[in-house]
């Protein structure tokens, strides 16, 4: 009888504990929901909400110079294949100095605040690189760093971005993502939480300022949807106070 009355004492502890463990849960997630519901999660403050009654703007940003790039070109496709909804502005980055600390005073280089100017009225960006060693373009990481700055005030600071990679191999340029996801987020940027847009042999899907594969045309589309709800979300969340 001993050993049943010590196993039913250990059972009733057991149950005792138990239950202050969950009650102590509960009261840890009741103050979790109690401070949501009081707090709520700061924008940047360099980050304004577009005018939603207009079409979204958005900035395609072209990571390669050369004149024939296929880059540009995706970018050109973009914007035909979104035109009737969306403004679409497409920037190459010919005109854009390397980064230098020394000329980011009162005054900027024509190029780098042309750019800085561009990012910052836009609703959302993409960015399209190709990809070099494994990585983004110079001229891509170097519009990254104009865009970044001033520190904490810089253009990008708080800009819903969408990343799309392409190359005439097999690969699309996926090696180039990881990198240039990890700048934007570092210049403070929002990018868009979407499967990686990588155009494999782009050369065969993009011809005369159009996608010539249709799968190609609704996987980019499909991102730039996700931008826009990005857009939009964070729209509503600054009108909401």
């Known amino acids: 009888m001993g050993a049943v009355r010590r196993k039913i004492h250990a059972a009733r502890q057991l149950a005792r504990f138990q239950g202050a463990v969950q009650q102590k849960g509960l009261s840890r997630a009741a103050r979790r929901h109690k401070l949501g519901a009081t707090r709520k999660r700061r924008l940047p403050l360099m980050w304004r909400p577009p005018d939603m009654t207009d079409r979204p703007k958005l900035l395609g940003i ?3 110079l050369r004149s024939g790039s296929y880059s540009t070109a995706v970018l050109e ?24 600390e020394d000329e980011d005073g009162a005054t900027q280089p024509e190029g780098a605040a042309s750019l800085r100017a561009k990012i910052a009225a ?48 097999s690969t699309g340029g996926i090696r180039a993502q990881g990198q240039l996801r990890e700048s934007l987020s570092a210049a403070g ?3 868009v939480a979407y499967p990686h847009l990588a155009i ?39 009108k909401a106070g």
Do not use: C, Q
């Open 77 to 100: 496709a973009l914007k035909a294949a979104l035109a009737p909804t969306i403004d679409f502005t497409v920037l190459t980055l010919n005109d854009v100095p390397l980064y230098n």
């Open 189 to 191: 940027a929002r990018v």
């Open 122 to 169: 836009a609703d959302g960006v993409l960015f399209v690189s190709p990809e070099y060693n494994y990585g983004p373009s110079g001229a891509m990481k170097n519009a990254v760093d104009w865009g970044s700055r001033p520190y904490a005030k810089g253009s990008l600071l708080g800009k819903p971005v969408l990343v799309v990679t392409s190359s005439p191999g």
């Open 62 to 64: 072209s990571g390669s």
């Open 200 to 238: 494999p042999n782009v050369a065969d899907k993009v011809k005369d300022g159009a996608f010539t594969d249709e799968k190609t045309s609704k996987f980019l589309t499909g991102g730039v949807n996700a931008l826009v709800k990005e857009i939009h979300l964070l729209a509503a969340h600054a």
